[in-house]
């Protein structure tokens, strides 16, 4: 077994919410020693920045254009996640010689498999030298060059999270801006992709009537009403169809259908929509997962909750009910994907991304 190192993961994903920081002692294989975690919400001006930035974004045809804003962005987010890591490790008592890497993931602002093209913004250099730590960052970038999806790259945690249960098959759903999903079987067999919108066309249709970011415990959608016409049209996406692997960006869906209904009916549609998509991910699981472990921000809403439970046959549980970290595994997945990059262990998988076969990745930026 190899050593184990201590990483601090940062996510920030296709969420635009703030940066997520974890920190995880392990080998990159089965030890994991969970360590404290933390959420820095992004300034209000940052917000307003990166909604302009995915739309800049959409014109970007290589991986390391930075057009218009982003560039100067891509600057400010850095010293966002630098600043998010000194404060976690002050809080925590932690001096930087005890950190041995930072898996960053950066953030989201364009994701496109088909065009072998995905965008985070964060400049993992720049993160290593202002922090004096190792980082490990662009870590769909090889994946996607080499035919993946490029997402979802949680998968492998969710393998050694699932080693710890008593039970297999599960299936770890994960609702931020896009969700996806994580089949474990036993003997290790993985299957995962992007079942749908996630949180983003709920968070953006609440945010655009109401000026709140989201619908915040599911409370609007519980009085509202879903539209079936409108749910049915959603529904007819061809991505939905399309059999794994697979990913998505966050702007793959449009809330056109429900653009006529009441901001509660909307969010109830919208909510439906979200739910369903996750239980149609069951049409392409080898086996009907025993159990449904719900991670990330979605797991709070408790209209979704119910609505994926009627979705799907057996239990749907948020993950602290087996003690995990709902709100951080993401976080926590990006320190234990830089330790496996950095010893050279693959990362992603045919029944993950579709890759041709396992492999590493990632760029591993020294500190000096």
Not at 142 to 156: K, R, T
Not at 289 to 318: D, F, H, Q, S
Not at 347 to 355: D, K, L, S
Request: aromatic share 6%.
């Amino acid at each position: 077994m190899s050593k184990l190192r201590r990483a601090v993961g940062l996510m920030s994903g296709t969420s635009m919410d703030g940066i997520d920081v974890a920190l995880l002692d392990t080998d990159g294989d089965r030890a994991l020693r969970h360590g404290p975690a933390a959420s820095y919400p992004y300034p209000a001006e940052a917000k307003v920045k990166l909604r302009a930035a995915l739309i800049e974004a959409k014109g970007i045809t290589a991986r390391d254009a930075r057009p218009g804003c982003l560039a100067a962005l891509e600057r400010e987010l850095t010293e966002l996640n630098a600043e998010a890591v000194e404060r976690f490790l002050r809080a925590n008592g932690i001096e930087k010689a005890q950190v041995d890497l930072i898996g960053y993931h950066g953030q989201t602002v364009l994701h496109d498999a088909p065009r072998k093209l995905t965008v985070q913004l964060g400049d993992g250099q720049m993160l290593a030298q202002r922090m004096g730590v190792d980082v490990v960052y662009d870590l769909r970038a090889a994946d996607v060059a080499a035919g993946g999806q490029g997402a979802p790259l949680v998968p492998v945690y969710h393998r050694a999270l699932a080693a710890t249960l008593p039970e297999l098959p599960v299936a770890f759903v994960n609702v931020g801006g896009v969700g996806n999903v994580t089949w474990v079987g036993r003997g290790g067999r993985m299957l995962a992709f992007d079942t749908g919108p996630g949180n983003a066309l709920i968070d953006d249709w609440v945010l655009a009537r109401t000026g709140e970011p989201h619908d915040a415990g599911g409370a609007l959608a519980a009085r509202g009403k879903s539209d079936e016409d409108a749910l049915q049209e959603l529904l007819t996406n061809a991505y939905l169809g399309k059999p794994p692997p697979k990913s998505l960006d966050r702007n793959d869906f449009s809330s056109a259908p429900v653009a006529g209904l009441s901001l509660e009916n909307g969010a109830a549609t919208l909510t439906a929509f979200t739910a369903a998509t996750i239980g149609k991910a069951r049409e392409h699981m080898p086996e009907e997962p025993r159990l449904w472990i719900v991670c990330g921000g979605g797991r709070k809403n408790k209209t979704l909750m119910g609505m994926i439970a009627a979705n799907v046959p057996n239990a749907v549980v948020p993950a602290e009910a087996l003690g995990f970290s709902g709100d951080f595994i993401e976080a926590e997945a990006w320190a234990y994907l830089a330790v496996r990059a950095a010893e050279n262990l693959p990362i992603t998988f045919p029944e993950t991304t579709g890759v041709p076969e396992p492999m590493s990745g990632g760029v591993v930026c020294p500190a000096r």
